[in-house]
């Protein structure tokens, strides 16, 4: 017997000989409905290729996929001026290339030379601020030190809008004098009352360097150099052959709509407060204080049914300049939140979650002020956690945004929690 195959091709059946019998094969149209017994080379090598692709393209997509369950995705949120984009800047500096020489860590000459204008911009916003400032201030009011301030006055006035702005010696020895005026110095003592850049003095105390033709900003520089951050900008970094993205996104009320898209396959939020504006107002909003606007958002953000299962690490910035003005006692915490004239720190869980935080080098009033500050957003995440599953949970921790000491401490206390969020959301603990 000839053994025979059978085909099976719609409803009929191909009989063929694996011998050949001198029979002529099978050459029906397709249309009859038979096919082909077997495909021909052509067919044979495209189908190959096919498969090749198709191979490749599923080992890019596992690729993809253990890339992505190994990386960390953090998001920078907060209010403008809270210091996100100082964070960042932290991150590029603490975790650059070990080739680079100390001072050279984070950003490159051509990328220090890009920052001059920037620079050099906040330089003449900050003296002009406080030009205009005085003629802002009352009970009591405050008046420049002679005429000769008030002639350098004028002319700060008159070159605050210019766009293509020539920054000559003229300009610096003017800023140099009026940085000197008592009635600036005044000022700048109330300048929570008015919108100036919290690096005024730093940069008042480089005139001498910027101005130099050789200038080439420090890292300190470009950290404490302000600059609006519009849109979503990403920052990558490795730790540990741990590969981290963080997001950085505009404060500013006008930004926030676009935070939702970055909602999506993070592993926490690290929220950012300015601990010290509790006496300072909004920019675009000169009713609202920046803390009161940071504690709304704060909640906007734990509530948000999008974020549900996202733990949230909290910064609360800033804490150099809340120090000064605690131990200075100038500007009381009582007169623009009345709750802290009764608040107490014995029996506290904040101060018992938070003791080994506290700076003994502090002052006991600087210790209440930085729980009370704490407690105002813990509260907010208690609030629900019955209706929490028990794993998503807010941190809090005291942070200085320009100091890299005080960053790189930080962030190294935050590894552990950040690696933990990724753990449980892949399922693995």
Sequence with gaps: LVPYRVYAVSSSLV???????????????RAMGCLPSRPNNADSDELKKQKKVNREINRQIHQEKAKFRATHRLLLLGAGESGKSTIVKQMRIIHDSQERQEKDKGFSSDERRAKIPAIKSNVRDIICTLVEG????????????????????DYMRKIRLEREFDYSDEFYDHTQ??????????????????????????????????????????????????????GIYETKFEVNRVTFYMFDVGGQRSERGKWIQCFTGITAIIFVVACSGYDTYLREDPS?????????????????????????????????????????????IEKYFSSYADYTITGSQVYEDMKEKLDPGESSEVHRAKLWFVEQFMQISWSDEDEEDGHRQC??????????????????DCKHIITTLHLEQMGLL
């Design 15 to 29: 009989l063929r000989s694996r011998r050949s019998l001198g029979v002529v094969p099978y050459t029906g149209d």
């Design 395 to 412: 941190y809090p921790h005291f942070t200085t945004a320009i100091d890299t000491s005080n960053i790189k401490r930080v962030f190294n």
């Design 177 to 230: 004098a009026l940085w000197r005026d008592s009635g600036i110095q005044e000022a700048y003592k109330r300048s929570n009352e008015f919108q100036l850049l919290d690096s005024a003095a730093y940069f008042m105390g480089r005139l001498a360097a910027i101005r130099d033709a050789s200038y080439l900003p420090s890292n300190e520089d470009i950290l404490r150099c302000r600059v609006i951050t519009q």
């Design 288 to 332: 609202k204080l920046r803390l009161e606007e940071a504690i709304e958002l704060f909640e906007s953000i734990w509530l948000n049914r999008w974020l549900q299962n996202t733990s949230v690490i909290l910064f609360l910035n800033k804490e150099d300049l809340l120090r000064e003005k605690i131990d200075a006692g100038m500007s009381k």
């Design 134 to 153: 005085i003629s802002m201030l009352a009970n009591p009011s405050v008046d420049f030190g002679g005429d000769s301030s008030r002639s350098r006055a």
